[in-house]
């Protein structure tokens, strides 16, 4: 969502040419972690239905719209982008993977993925997020990773990605609460739920809600 939420910004500004925007970019479970423990945010984008669940026990947000949802996907390093052609591949050469951590719903999705496919990501590094093992294949420090179809979009032809048949049944969504139904943050709320940015969201690789 970090691009997404980069192209929409410079619209709201238009609106509201005088208003200041933090935006803080982490994984859903420490962003959730964060506000919990008293960080402050007027509006919070999370992936995965079980961290919004947190933060709305909380009782600080309201109730939360969905955005997009996300698949995944495999990539390769550029060391074995042709030699690995299947799931299989992937074990028989003993290569070394990355995924999300356990608790990121990246992660959370590739352990499921896992557990119905019969492979074994018992020895994959687990990263803090998705873009930290799109950086470690893009980098050759493993040799493939699972990350989301809209990252893997990203680097267009830098890596190769190969689609395990049923990964694209592992998806996680998105979901926006406001903190607060003032102008600025309703305005905010319109902008990243009309058509136009659903078109923009498709572009980048993510399905409809």
């Known amino acids: ?6 192209l929409m910004l410079p619209e709201l500004a238009t609106q509201y040419p005088d208003l200041q925007v933090q935006v803080n970019i982490a994984g859903s479970g420490t962003l959730v972690n964060q506000i919990t423990e008293g960080a402050t945010a007027d509006v919070v984008l999370l ?4 961290h919004m669940d947190r933060l709305q026990s909380a009782n600080r947000f309201h109730s939360p719209v969905p955005v997009a949802r996300n698949s995944l996907t495999v990539v390769l390093s550029s060391d074995v982008g042709g030699e690995a052609t299947t799931l299989s591949d992937l074990q028989d050469e003993g290569l070394q993977g990355a995924i999300c951590a356990d608790g990121a719903p990246c992660g959370a999705l590739a352990l499921a993925f896992s557990k119905a496919s019969d492979l074994d990501l ?3 590094t687990r990263e803090p997020n998705v873009k930290a093992v799109l950086s470690k294949v893009l980098r050759g420090e493993v ?8 990252d893997a979009r990203l680097v267009g032809d830098e890596l190769a990605t190969i689609e395990p048949q049923g990964l694209d049944l592992f998806i996680t969504s998105y979901s926006l609460a406001l ?6 943050s309703l305005s905010f709320l319109e902008l990243l739920t009309r058509p ?6 498709e572009e980048l690789g993510f399905l409809r809600p």
Not at 1 to 6: A, G, H, K, P
Not at 179 to 184: C, I, N, Q
């Open 1 to 6: 969502m970090t691009e997404f939420i980069e």
């Open 47 to 50: 992936a995965g239905a079980n």
């Open 122 to 124: 018992s020895n994959a």
């Open 143 to 150: 040799d493939y990773g699972f990350v989301y179809r809209s």
């Open 179 to 184: 903190a607060d139904s003032d102008e600025v």
């Open 196 to 201: 136009e940015a659903a078109k923009l969201l």
